[in-house]
Structure formats: C-alpha cells, structure tokens
C-alpha cells in the first residue's frame, strides 16, 4: 500500500478532526501502535487577548494514550507547537478538543474507561487498557470533576412550593404561586 494511503487512511480511521498521522509504527513484541499526529492548524488563537499567531516558538512531542486499535494499544505522538503572540507578547500552547487536560490521554479513552469503571472498577478498567492503575484512578477522578464543572444543570427559578401535583394540573386558581 502507498505509504500517503495508508497515513490517510489511519488518519481516517484515528477520527481526531483536529488532527493528521504523518508516521506509523508497530511493536510487535509489545502489541503498541505508535502513531505520529500534527495538528491541522497551522496557526493558534491567543487565549490572552484572542489573536490570532503563526509565530511558532518551539515545537515538542507529548505521548498520549488513546483507544486501543485491533487488539493493540495505541499510543498517539502528538506534535504539538508552542506559539508566541506578537500582540500580547505572550507564549501559549493552543487546546485540543480531543485532548484531555491534565492527563496524557483522549478524552475518549477517558470516557470509556470512566464508563467500564462504572461497570466494575477503577482497577479492572485500568489492566483493560493497559495503564497503571494509580494514573488510571487520577484520570478517572480528573474527569468526573471535569464532567461535574462542564454539566451545569439548567436550573428553573422556584414557581411554586409545597402545592401537590394535582393542583398544579388542574389549575384551579387556589394554588399560591411564587
């Protein structure tokens, strides 16, 4: 297969929008799937003053894990470039939707394991995919809180208190409204 089919290909299959493979390896022997990443972006919003910069300062590799790929973990080399903001004068490394903060994994990988956590445990979820089952607990914990923050319930102002069900369907008029 073309090595340029094959990268889209994976890139296809990787499912991360903001996101394009240019390398692909295999461990065999460790059953790890390393996948290179660079971001589609080539330029980054300035979360200070929200301008937009394509002054690049310095580029490094963060190792993430994501979801496990035929019966193989997978571990995503994300190329990720820090930028200076000629505006603001400020450095900044752009936010990646997909990207977990605070942890080296996809927030998918944390969703699922969150979810086969609620099945069993922290414990089980974490030798199902591979991860020490300390960073596996402070993953899990991170993002429940993360999910907590984000998932504000939309709260209704109080009409009416202590007024039965019935009354209220009914509407006679009798009932008191706040």
Same mark, same amino acid.
């Given at each position: 297969?073309?090595?340029?089919?094959?990268l $889209?290909t994976?890139?296809?299959?990787?499912?991360l929008?903001?996101?394009?493979?240019?390398?692909s390896?295999?461990?065999r022997?460790?059953?790890?799937r390393r996948?290179?990443?660079?971001? #589609?972006?080539?330029?980054g919003?300035?979360?200070?003053?929200?301008g937009v910069?394509?002054? /690049?300062h310095?580029?490094?590799d !963060?190792v993430?894990?994501?979801?496990?790929m +035929? *019966?193989? /973990?997978?571990?995503?080399v994300?190329r990720?470039?820090?930028?200076?903001?000629p505006?603001?004068?400020k450095?900044f490394?752009?936010?990646? $939707?997909?990207?977990?903060? +605070?942890?080296? $994994?996809?927030e /998918?990988?944390?969703?699922r394991?969150?979810?086969?956590?609620?099945h069993?445990?922290v414990?089980?979820?974490a030798?199902?995919? *591979?991860i020490?089952?300390k960073?596996?607990? *402070?993953?899990?914990y991170q993002?429940?809180?993360? #999910?907590r #923050? *984000?998932? $504000?319930p939309?709260l209704q102002p109080v !009409?009416s208190?202590?007024?039965?069900?019935l009354?209220? #369907?009914k509407?006679? +008029?009798?009932s008191?409204?706040?």
């Open positions: 297969m073309d090595r340029d089919v094959e $889209a994976l890139t296809s299959l990787l499912d929008d903001e996101f394009e493979v240019m390398e390896s295999r461990d022997r460790e059953k790890v996948l290179t990443l660079v971001p #589609k972006a080539i330029v919003l300035c979360p200070h003053c929200h910069t394509d002054e /690049r310095v580029c490094h !963060r993430i894990a994501d979801l496990p +035929g *019966g193989q /973990r997978v571990e995503l994300v990720l470039s820090q930028f200076h903001c505006a603001c004068d450095f490394t752009p936010h990646f $939707a997909a990207l977990a903060e +605070g942890a080296h $994994a996809t /998918r990988l944390l969703e394991l969150a979810e086969l956590a609620s069993s445990d414990a089980t979820a030798r199902f995919f *591979g020490p089952e960073t596996a607990e *402070g993953w899990y993002y429940l809180e993360r #999910k #923050k *984000g998932s $504000a939309h !009409r208190l202590g007024i039965d069900e009354s209220l #369907k509407d006679t +008029g009798n008191a409204a706040c």
